[in-house]
C-alpha cells in the first residue's frame, strides 16, 4: 500500500513539474523589392504572391525538449496562393537541453538533410533597443548564422526564461518573439503563447541514420548556391 | 575650480572606460529554497536596472553554477527559470560572487489552491480559437449550448450570435457557409460531441467587414453520416419527432433537419385570456361596454414560448471539382415557426419577419435556392443562382394593438401571399490592366404579393450592373440600369496616409405602382431621385494609436408626389488604442449627424388623397435631426486565464423638429409642429472567466432612456415626458463533476414615467439547474422563479423540467421529458372573467401537469 501510495505521489509529482509551452509563429517573406526589368513578370507576380502568404509555425516545449515545425492546417491563414511552397515548410528542429543536443530536418532546394549537432552557443550581441511583441517587453540581439549566412536579429523577452527560438535559434536570456533576417526581410513572429502547467506535450525525437552538423550544412548549402550561381554566370556570357 | 571640475571627469571617464574594457567577473550558485538543490538551466542576466536591457548573460551548468562579466558600476543581477520566481540582486563593480535561492512557483500556487488549467483560446493574428472542452461539463447537447459556454459568446433564440458584443454575420461549418441561411438547423442539430474547436474572425470583403464564426468537427465526425432521431409520446396527448442528418465532407456537404411537436406552450397565453371571457369575438363585441383593457399578465410571456411547428429542411453544398462548388436549401415552414422566424434565410432573402410580422402566429412557406458558384481561373468568380420563395402568412389576434388601446382601429388582415422567384447571374474578373476589377450582374425577379386590403404586383423587372473597380483604391466607376432606372455612381479615392476621398453621383427614375382595393383606387408615380455626395476618410496609425475621421455631406432631390431636398451631413471621429500587456482594446467615438429637409406637398392628387396605407407621411415636409452620440469601447481578452472582458458605453442624444402643412388633404391629422428631444445612455459590461472546474460569468447591461415630446395638435400643445431607466444583472456559475449544479440570477429594473405617473418595476428570474451524469444516465431538473414586479401587481411564476436519459446501447437511449406548466389558479380566473381582478394581491400561478413524454433517440 505504501509503495503505492509512493508511486502515485512521485507519478503525481512528475505530472505537477511538467510544464509546456507552445508559441506561435508566423513567417513571412517579403518580394524583393528590386525594379529589375531583367526579371520576368511572372517571377515577379510569384514574388508578390510569396510576399502576401503567411505561414504558420509552432514551438512546442515540454520539459527540457522543444520541437519547432511548421503549424496543423488549422490554423494556416488562406492567403496567398497555397500552390507556393513556403521555405522551412519541410523543416523541423528538435531541441534536447539536457543533452545539449539538437536534431533537426532542414530542406535546401532540393534536398533534405538531417541534422545532428550539439546546441550551439551563439555568439549574441546585445542591444539596448526594445520593442513590444504581444504585450511583452522585447529586447534586441544580433548574430550571424552561417546556415542563413546573413546577420540574424532576435528580439527576446527575459519575462519568459526560456533560452529558445524558432529554427536552430536560441541560447539568448528569454524566449525569441521575433527573428528577421535578410535587411528584415523575412521574419517569424510570435502570434500566440500558451503556458501550459500540467500538460505535457508528446515529443517525437526524430530518428535519422546519416546525419551532418550544422557547419557541414552551411558549407553544403554555400556549395550548392555557389555552384548555382557560377553556373548561371557561365550562362549569361 | 574648472582645473578640479576637469579633472574630475577625466578621472570620471578614465576609471568608466576602465570598467568597459576590463570587466569584472561575478560567479556563484543557483539553488532551490525548498529543497537546497542546485538549479541547472537558469538564466543569469546583469542590466543596470531592473527592467533594463541585458548587458551580460550566462545559463547556469549542471551544478547550477554560473558566470558573469560585469562591465557596468551598478546594477541587478537577475535569475529567471520558468516556473519559479525571479529574483533580483544588486550588484555594482565590486561584486564577485552572488548565491540565488529561488522559489518555486508551483509550490506557491498550489499553496493559494490555484489548479493548472488549459488554455480555451488560441490566438492567431485577428483569429479567435476556442477550445470548447475547457468550458464544457458534458450535459451541453448541441452547438447551441456549446456556443452559450464560451466566454464572451452569447447565441439567442433566434440563432444570433454575438461575439464580445459584436454579432456574428456568418455561421460556417468547415468553412463553408451553406447551413448560414438556415442557421437554427446547425446550432440545434449538431451534437455538442462532434466539435473540435471554433474560430472567430473577421474577414474584409468589398462591402465592409464580414465576421465570420468558423466550425471545426472531430475527423471521426466528418466524411460520414452524423445526427440522431428522436421520438416519443406521452400524456396528455403529446407528442415530439426530431432528426437531425448531416455528413460534412471534403466535398460534399448534407444537413437534413426534421422537427414536429406539439409540446410548446404559452404557460398563460392571450388565447387563455379570450377563453377566460367567453371567446375572442366575445371579447371584442363587448369592449365598448365594458372598456376593459388586457391586463398585461397575459403579454410579455414570449420567454417560455417555444417551437410548436413543422419543419422539414434540407441544405447541400457539392465541389464539382476544385474550381467550382452547387450549393442550396429547400425549406418548408408550417405553424409557429418562431425558431425559424429570425432565421438567416429569411433575413437574406429580404423577408424579415421580425420587425414587420412579429405579430403574426400562423404562417407557412417555402424557400429554395440553388446556386452554381465557379472560377474559372485564379482572376475571375461566375455565380448563377435561382431563387424561389412562396410564403403565406395569417394575422391572428394579437394583431390588435392592445398596448394603445386603439382596439376601435381594428381591421382584421389575413391571407397575406408573397411569391418571388429570381435568376441571378454574377461575373467577377480582374483584369489585366490598370489592376481593375471589372463585376457585371444580369439578373430578373418577379414579385408578387397580395394582401386582402391592397394589391401591388410589381412586373418582371430585368437589371444589369456593370462595375469597374480598380484594385488600388484610386478609381471606382458604378454603373447600372434597371428598367426605368438609370444609376451612375463615380467613386474617386485617393490614398494617401489611409486618406479615403469619394465623390458620388446618381440619378435615378423609376416608377410606383399603386393600387388600392378598398379605396377602389389606383395610379403611378413618377419617382425621381438625384443624389450628389462628398465624403473624406482618414485613417491615420501612430504606434498603438488609432485616429479615424470621417466627414460627409449628402444632397438629395428627390421628385415623388412632392418635391423634396434633404441635406445629410454626418461627421464622425474615433481614437483607438491598443493597450500594452495584453490582447486589449479601447475605443473612444463622437459622431454628429444632421439632416435638413424640405418637401413640397402637391395639391389635389386623386390617389394619394384617397389613400390612408400607402406613402403616408414617407417624407416629412420640413424637419429637422439632429443627433450626438459619444460612445465608448473597451476589450480585452487574457489567454492564460480563459477570461474575457468587454465594455460597451454609449451616449445619445438627438431633437427633432418636423412641422407638417396638411390643410388640403382632409385625411390627414393635421400636425403642425412637433419637437422630440431624445436622451439616451447605454452601458453593457460583460465579465466572464473560467477558474479551474469553476465557471462564473456576469453581464450587466443598463440603458436609460429619456423623451420629451411636445406635439401642437390642432392649436392644442400636448408635452410628454416619457424615461425608462433599466439595469440588466446576469449571473451564472457552473460546476465542472459528475454531479452538477448551475444556478442563474437575471434582475431587470426599469422605472416608468409617464404624465405625472411614477413607476418602479422591478422583475428577476432564479434558475437552478441540478444535473447527474454518469455511466450513461443523464439526470436533470430545472427550476426557474420568474418574479415580476409591474406597478402594484405582483407574479410569481414557476416552471419545472425535468428531463432522464439512459444509454441502453452505443447507439440507442431512452428518454423522459416532464414539464410543469404552472398557470393561473381558479380565483383568479374568476376574478379574471367577472372583471374583478384585484391588481394588488400577488398572485402564484400552478397548475398541473404540463406533460410527460417517453421515448427512444438513436445516434447515427
Not at chain 2, 372573467?833 to 404540463?850: E, L, M, R, S, W
Request: aromatic share 12%; hydrophobic share 35%.
Amino acid at each position: 500500500m505504501k509503495f503505492l501510495i509512493l508511486f502515485f505521489t512521485f507519478w503525481g509529482c512528475q505530472h505537477l513539474y511538467c510544464q509546456s509551452m507552445e508559441i506561435e509563429y508566423i513567417y513571412q517573406k517579403q518580394g524583393s523589392t528590386s525594379n529589375d526589368s531583367n526579371v520576368p513578370e511572372e517571377l515577379l507576380e510569384i514574388r508578390k504572391e510569396r510576399a502576401s502568404k503567411k505561414t504558420s509555425f509552432t514551438l512546442q516545449q515540454a520539459n527540457n525538449q522543444s520541437e519547432f515545425k511548421i503549424s496543423p492546417s488549422i490554423k494556416q491563414q488562406d492567403n496567398g496562393i497555397s500552390e507556393l511552397r513556403t521555405s522551412y515548410e519541410g523543416d523541423v528542429y528538435y531541441k534536447d537541453f539536457d543533452s545539449k543536443i539538437i536534431l533537426g530536418k532542414a530542406t535546401y532546394l532540393f534536398d533534405s538533410y538531417s541534422i545532428k549537432d550539439q546546441l550551439n552557443n551563439f555568439d549574441w550581441q546585445l542591444h539596448a533597443d526594445f520593442e513590444y511583441i504581444l504585450g511583452y517587453k522585447c529586447y534586441k540581439a544580433t548574430m550571424y548564422d552561417c546556415e542563413e549566412d546573413t546577420e540574424i536579429v532576435a528580439w527576446y523577452t527575459p519575462a519568459i526564461p526560456v533560452p529558445n527560438g524558432p529554427l536552430h535559434i536560441g541560447g539568448l536570456p528569454g524566449l525569441i518573439l521575433k527573428l528577421a533576417f535578410y535587411d528584415g526581410k523575412t521574419t517569424f513572429v510570435a502570434q500566440n503563447i500558451d503556458l501550459l502547467d500540467g500538460v505535457c506535450f508528446d515529443i517525437e525525437i526524430p530518428k535519422s541514420k546519416k546525419t551532418i552538423n550544422l557547419t557541414d550544412f552551411c558549407n553544403k548549402k554555400m556549395e550548392i548556391y555557389n555552384g548555382l550561381y557560377q553556373r548561371a554566370v557561365n550562362e549569361s556570357k | 575650480m574648472k582645473l578640479r571640475l576637469i579633472g574630475l571627469l577625466i578621472w570620471f571617464g578614465f576609471s568608466n572606460a576602465w570598467g568597459q574594457n576590463n570587466p569584472s567577473i561575478i560567479q556563484g550558485t543557483v539553488k532551490d529554497s525548498l529543497t537546497n538543490e542546485r538549479l541547472e538551466r537558469v538564466i543569469i542576466q546583469l542590466s543596470d536596472s531592473i527592467d533594463g536591457a541585458v548587458i551580460s548573460y550566462d545559463i547556469t551548468d549542471l551544478e547550477g553554477k554560473f558566470e558573469l562579466k560585469n562591465p557596468i558600476l551598478q546594477g541587478f543581477a537577475t535569475a529567471n527559470l520558468l516556473g519559479y520566481h525571479s529574483k533580483s540582486i544588486a550588484i555594482d563593480s565590486n561584486t564577485t560572487h552572488i548565491e540565488f535561492s529561488l522559489s518555486d512557483l508551483a509550490y506557491k500556487l498550489e499553496e493559494v489552491s490555484v489548479k493548472a488549467f488549459k488554455s480555451g483560446f488560441i490566438k492567431n493574428g485577428d483569429t479567435i480559437v476556442y477550445k470548447p472542452e475547457v468550458f464544457l461539463n458534458g450535459t451541453e447537447t448541441n452547438l447551441h449550448d456549446v456556443l452559450n459556454r464560451l466566454p464572451g459568446v452569447d447565441v439567442l433564440q433566434n440563432g444570433e450570435i454575438t461575439v464580445n458584443g459584436k454579432k456574428v454575420d456568418k455561421l460556417q461549418l468547415e468553412g463553408s457557409d451553406f447551413m448560414n441561411a438556415n442557421r437554427n438547423a446547425a446550432l440545434l442539430g449538431i451534437s455538442a460531441s462532434n466539435i473540435a474547436d471554433i474560430e472567430h474572425y473577421t474577414q474584409a470583403e468589398w462591402q465592409g467587414e464580414t465576421s465570420i464564426l468558423n466550425i471545426h468537427l472531430n475527423s471521426d465526425a466528418k466524411n460520414k453520416m452524423e445526427g440522431n432521431v428522436r421520438g416519443g409520446a406521452g400524456f396528455v396527448k403529446k407528442a415530439t419527432i426530431e432528426s437531425n442528418l448531416y455528413r460534412i465532407g471534403e466535398r460534399t456537404n448534407v444537413f437534413f433537419r426534421f422537427k414536429i411537436n406539439n409540446i410548446e406552450q404559452d404557460p398563460v397565453s392571450l388565447a387563455d385570456f379570450y377563453q377566460l371571457n367567453g371567446g375572442m369575438f366575445h371579447f371584442l363585441k363587448s369592449i365598448e361596454s365594458k372598456k376593459n383593457t388586457i391586463p398585461s399578465i397575459f403579454l410579455n410571456q414570449e420567454k417560455h414560448k417555444q417551437q410548436q411547428f413543422l419543419i422539414p429542411s434540407f441544405n447541400f453544398s457539392h465541389k464539382i471539382n476544385a474550381t467550382s462548388t452547387l450549393s442550396g436549401y429547400l425549406l418548408n415552414i408550417n405553424g409557429q415557426a418562431k425558431e425559424q422566424q429570425n432565421s438567416e434565410l429569411l433575413q437574406s432573402e429580404n423577408f424579415n419577419l421580425t420587425s414587420q410580422n412579429a405579430k403574426l402566429l400562423h404562417y407557412r412557406g417555402v424557400f429554395g435556392k440553388i446556386e452554381y458558384q465557379a472560377k474559372p481561373d485564379k482572376k475571375s468568380n461566375l455565380t448563377l443562382s435561382y431563387i424561389s420563395n412562396h410564403f403565406y402568412q395569417k394575422e391572428d389576434n394579437k394583431g390588435i394593438d392592445i398596448l394603445q388601446n386603439t382596439l376601435n382601429n381594428f381591421t382584421l388582415k389575413s391571407n397575406e401571399r408573397t411569391n418571388k422567384q429570381a435568376i441571378f447571374l454574377n461575373y467577377n474578373r480582374i483584369l489585366n490592366f490598370w489592376g481593375l476589377v471589372l463585376n457585371t450582374n444580369f439578373g430578373t425577379t418577379r414579385n408578387f404579393n397580395d394582401l386582402q386590403n391592397t394589391l401591388s404586383n410589381e412586373p418582371s423587372i430585368l437589371w444589369s450592373e456593370f462595375v469597374l473597380n480598380q484594385k488600388l483604391n484610386t478609381a471606382n466607376l458604378n454603373l447600372k440600369t434597371q428598367n426605368n432606372t438609370a444609376f451612375i455612381d463615380i467613386n474617386l479615392k485617393k490614398k494617401w496616409a489611409n486618406f479615403q476621398n469619394t465623390l458620388s453621383a446618381n440619378y435615378n427614375f423609376d416608377k410606383l405602382n399603386i393600387n388600392t382595393v378598398l379605396e377602389n383606387t389606383n395610379g403611378q408615380i413618377n419617382r425621381q431621385t438625384n443624389n450628389l455626395g462628398i465624403s473624406n476618410h482618414l485613417k491615420y496609425h501612430l504606434g498603438r494609436l488609432s485616429l479615424g475621421l470621417l466627414s460627409q455631406v449628402q444632397l438629395y432631390h428627390i421628385n415623388t408626389l412632392q418635391t423634396a431636398n434633404k441635406v445629410f451631413y454626418p461627421q464622425k471621429f474615433s481614437i483607438t488604442y491598443n493597450l500594452p500587456g495584453a490582447i486589449q482594446m479601447l475605443n473612444l467615438s463622437f459622431s454628429t449627424q444632421q439632416s435638413l429637409s424640405n418637401v413640397d406637398l402637391p395639391y389635389n392628387f386623386t390617389a394619394f388623397q384617397n389613400t390612408n396605407i400607402i406613402e403616408k407621411n414617407l417624407v416629412s415636409p420640413f424637419n429637422f435631426k439632429h443627433n450626438k452620440s459619444v460612445s465608448l469601447f473597451y476589450y480585452k481578452l487574457s489567454i492564460l486565464h480563459n477570461r474575457t472582458i468587454f465594455m460597451m458605453a454609449n451616449y445619445g442624444f438627438s431633437d427633432k423638429i418636423a412641422g407638417t402643412n396638411t390643410q388640403n388633404l382632409p385625411n390627414f391629422q393635421l400636425i403642425t409642429n412637433q419637437i422630440t428631444n431624445n436622451k439616451q445612455f447605454f452601458a453593457h459590461f460583460g465579465y466572464e472567466e473560467k477558474i479551474g472546474k469553476f465557471k462564473s460569468a456576469i453581464s450587466v447591461k443598463s440603458t436609460i432612456n429619456s423623451i420629451i415630446q411636445t406635439l401642437y395638435i390642432e392649436g392644442f400643445e400636448l408635452s410628454r415626458t416619457t424615461q425608462n431607466a433599466s439595469i440588466n444583472i446576469a449571473y451564472n456559475s457552473l460546476f465542472k463533476k459528475a454531479f452538477n449544479v448551475e444556478t442563474t440570477l437575471n434582475i431587470n429594473y426599469f422605472g416608468l414615467f409617464f404624465l405625472q405617473s411614477n413607476s418602479k418595476n422591478i422583475d428577476y428570474s432564479l434558475t437552478i439547474k441540478p444535473s447527474y451524469l454518469k455511466n450513461g444516465y443523464k439526470l436533470e431538473v430545472e427550476y426557474e422563479l420568474f418574479f415580476q414586479k409591474i406597478n402594484q401587481e405582483y407574479r410569481n411564476t414557476h416552471y419545472v423540467n425535468f428531463i432522464a436519459s439512459k444509454k441502453i446501447h452505443s447507439k440507442w437511449s431512452c428518454f423522459t421529458e416532464c414539464r410543469h406548466l404552472l398557470q393561473l389558479n381558479k380565483d383568479v380566473q374568476k376574478s379574471l372573467v367577472n372583471n374583478q381582478f384585484n391588481q394588488t394581491q400577488q398572485i402564484t400561478y400552478f397548475n398541473f401537469p404540463g406533460y410527460c413524454i417517453f421515448g427512444l433517440e438513436y445516434f447515427f
